[in-house]
């Protein structure tokens, strides 16, 4: 059945002019001579015109396939030159590179990295948003965003860099005050403090006990929890990467061991994989290389 799309007969009719014969443009195109016949058949039957004044021996183009073949021409390169950036684009990292990264994980871990990665990659520039909200990655058109916890299904391509434990923790100053906690349940006479964007829900998984967690404090940044930690506010959970160091140098105090946190993962969502941008794929790979070793550089 002929191919009712005129555009696809285009490289057929330019390999015959091109070419100067159908057998020529036969095996340019891979094809047989009837097979390049009956496309140039069909055009003209699509069309409703004449391109092509046929004699035994050879071809001539008529007045309306020489204007129809100009046009075809120049439709035909376009498309070539489309596709030629194309690749270009999915073998060489060239182009912005949109990133999301969680507010304090990205400037502790991700941003010190990123001159390193552009001194690499010098046609790579970036685009970088900080937020530790969920976002769609096509609507707000990011090539790449790291995200910390149990991610929901979506069709995004997560790849996993590194794991990411959390642990109980508060002050000296609070539990000196306050008692320190020795099981779940004591939780409730404590001032909790709580993550606005926590993907684990409201309450807290410590072991086999859940705890619905109560304080007077609740913040959608990391930054004001740590603040508020030191400042002996109360208790909350926190991943290692932000409180490692308190944590060294006595400032923090891990609470209840017998009962961990769930562990968690660092990820890098991408929109899809099927023709990923080098862009994107480069800097995944980078992170895989600097962030991803085993232990992380926030648990050595």
């Excluded at 058109?141 to 995004?156: E, K, M, N, T």
């Excluded at 891990?254 to 961990?260: F, K, Q, R, T």
């Amino acid at each position: 059945m002929p191919n009712r799309d005129p555009f696809a007969s285009l490289p057929v009719l330019v390999a015959v002019v091109e070419s100067g014969s159908f057998s020529a443009a036969a095996t340019r195109l891979g094809l047989t001579p009837s097979a390049v016949s009956k496309r140039i058949n069909a055009l003209e039957q699509q069309l409703g015109v004449q391109l092509l004044q046929r004699t035994t021996r050879s071809f001539s183009l008529t007045e309306a396939g020489d204007e129809y073949y100009r046009d075809a021409h120049r439709a035909w390169q376009l498309m070539q030159h489309s596709q030629a950036r194309l690749q270009q684009r999915l073998s060489h990292p060239q182009g912005t590179l949109s990133l999301s990264l969680p507010m304090v994980f990205g400037r502790r871990y991700i941003s010190p990295l990123l001159p390193q990665f552009l001194q690499r990659y010098p046609d790579v520039g970036i685009d970088l948003m900080l937020d530790d909200r969920m976002i769609d990655l096509v609507q707000e058109g990011i090539d790449v965003a790291i995200r910390i916890g149990h991610l929901p299904d979506s069709p995004q391509v997560a790849t996993r860099l590194a794991p990411c434990q959390s642990v109980l923790c508060a002050s000296p100053a609070y539990l000196d005050l306050a008692g320190i906690p020795t099981h779940p349940a004591q939780l409730q006479h404590h001032n909790c403090l709580h993550y606005s964007y926590f993907l684990g829900g409201s309450h807290w998984q410590l072991g086999s006990h859940r705890v619905q967690p109560s304080g007077n404090f609740r913040a959608n940044s990391s930054d004001a929890l740590l603040d508020a930690l030191l400042a002996g506010v109360g208790i909350a959970q926190m991943p290692t990467f932000i409180v490692a160091d308190s944590l060294k140098a006595g400032r923090l105090v891990a609470l209840m061991p017998d009962h961990p946190l769930p562990r968690h993962n660092v990820y890098a969502l991408s929109p899809g994989r099927h023709g990923q941008p080098a862009k994107t794929r480069v800097f995944i790979e980078f992170l895989q290389q600097t962030i991803g070793q085993n232990p992380p550089p926030w648990e050595r």
